[in-house]
């Protein structure tokens, strides 16, 4: 999917308001879907630490998407993937995703992996649009019926 016209993704800071009020919505709807010892997001502080490229995408001001990259050893993660609802269907996911690859690609990494949740089937499509296939846990991840886990080569 191409984005829609207008959209552009770079890097931002997650403690600022647009980034934080989309990320505040996540982190609801997360907890509103699955127990607290399945919520695997990071929180502000987190998201703005030397190992995370965190990225926005905007339109006309508004910022309409989130995600990040995490850089762990020998690979990289993709967290903090969120739409705005309002924006849903314009493209966003699909160039928050193409900009994080591109992130790990520059960043050296080969091997790019997710974790995201049972029930989030427009989450799932947009991975498997974008090569990811499934795979098991990683890193301090463990097995859990909410979780699915995938991983994609950059």
Do not use: N
């Not at 160039?95 to 989030?120: F, P, Q, S, W, Y």
């Amino acid at each position: 999917m191409t984005p829609g016209p207008g959209i552009t993704v770079a890097a931002a800071d997650p403690r600022d308001p647009g980034p934080a009020a989309l990320l505040a919505q996540s982190h609801a709807l997360m907890r509103a879907m699955f127990p607290t010892d399945a919520c695997h997001f990071l929180d502000l502080a987190a998201l703005a630490g030397p190992d995370i490229r965190f990225v926005a995408a905007s339109a006309d001001g508004a910022v309409l998407g989130t995600g990040a990259l995490a850089l762990r050893d020998g690979y990289s993660e993709v967290k903090s993937m969120f739409t705005a609802p309002e924006a849903r269907g314009r493209g966003v996911a699909d160039a928050v995703l193409r900009h994080l690859i591109g992130l790990a690609r520059a960043e050296g990494c080969g091997v790019l992996r997710l974790e995201t949740g049972v029930g989030l089937d427009a989450a799932h499509r947009l991975y498997a649009r974008h090569g990811f296939r499934p795979r098991g846990p990683f890193g301090t991840y463990r097995a859990q019926p909410e979780s699915l886990f995938y991983e994609r080569a950059v």
